[in-house]
């Protein structure tokens, strides 16, 4: 079993910056691809941005020059610095990870979900 906990949501003015963190932590044996996605009020969830463990990166075109993702695999943690923040990036922001567990010597690979953390800014 693996888990996702998000933390560094809140409330922002526009223009102002948040930093957002994700931890996996449980049956790790390997971390493929993390990334953030979104879901703002009335719509359906949205790629922001995903990193591979060799920190190839992707970004959605509305986030592009103003968020960055980073991971630190050390500590199975992903990170999304948020700059430039405007009203419309008021969203549940998920963290996203495809896991690999190993069972004997088998190696399965799983896609996980954290709950969720609510960023909100404010015009």
């Known amino acids: 079993q693996v888990q996702l906990v998000e933390s560094g949501g809140g409330l922002v003015q526009a223009g102002g910056s948040l930093r957002l963190s994700c931890t996996a932590s449980?049956?790790?044996?390997?971390?493929?691809?993390m990334g953030w996605y979104r879901q703002p009020p009335g719509k359906q969830r949205e790629l922001v941005a995903t990193i591979t463990s060799g920190d190839s990166t992707n970004y959605g075109d509305y986030v592009k020059g103003r968020f960055t993702i980073s991971r630190d695999n050390a500590k199975n943690t992903v990170y999304l610095q948020m700059n430039s923040l405007r009203p419309e990036d008021t969203a549940v922001y998920y963290c996203?990870?495809?896991?690999?567990?190993?069972?004997?010597?088998?190696?399965?690979?799983?896609?996980?979900w954290g709950q969720g953390t609510q960023v909100t800014v404010s015009s």
């Open positions: 996203h990870a495809v896991v690999g567990m190993k069972v004997q010597t088998t190696l399965y690979k799983y896609s996980y």
């Open positions: 449980g049956s790790i044996f390997t971390i493929d691809e």
